[in-house]
């Protein structure tokens, strides 16, 4: 079993930056990949980024590409989103995924555990 708890969320303007952050206990954090995704009101759920269990891969959603970086340190159990160039449509409830596979994936069904989600809304 895993436990993700995602922080750092709150509101700021267009243009803006926020860091996220994912913790995680249970088992070992390492053997995850690692994933974040986020679902903007009366929206379907959707890929954000995703980052290898070593943190050598990543891969982005083309919406957030140049503007959000995912990184990890398993020292820490944690992963981490840095946004940056914050736009009014990037609001929504950001979601921490985990999966126990070598290879990061786009689809939230092949995830094996969540967080409860943290909020992030940006005003225009």
């Known amino acids: 079993q895993v436990q993700l708890v995602e922080s750092g969320g709150g509101l700021v303007q267009a243009g803006g930056s926020l860091r996220l952050s994912c913790a995680a206990s249970g088992r070992t954090f390492r053997s995850y990949v690692m994933g974040w995704f986020r679902q903007a009101p009366g929206k379907e759920r959707e890929f954000v980024a995703a980052i290898s269990w070593s943190g050598g891969s990543t891969n982005y959603a083309d919406s957030v590409k140049g503007r959000f970086t995912i990184s990890r340190d398993n020292a820490k159990n944690t992963v981490y989103l840095q946004m940056n160039s914050l736009k009014p449509e990037d609001t929504a409830v950001y979601y921490c995924?985990?999966?126990?596979?070598?290879?990061?994936?786009?689809?939230?069904?092949?995830?094996?555990?969540w967080g409860q989600g943290t909020q992030v809304t940006v005003s225009s």
């Open positions: 995924a985990a999966r126990f596979a070598l290879n990061w994936d786009v689809r939230g069904y092949e995830y094996d555990y």
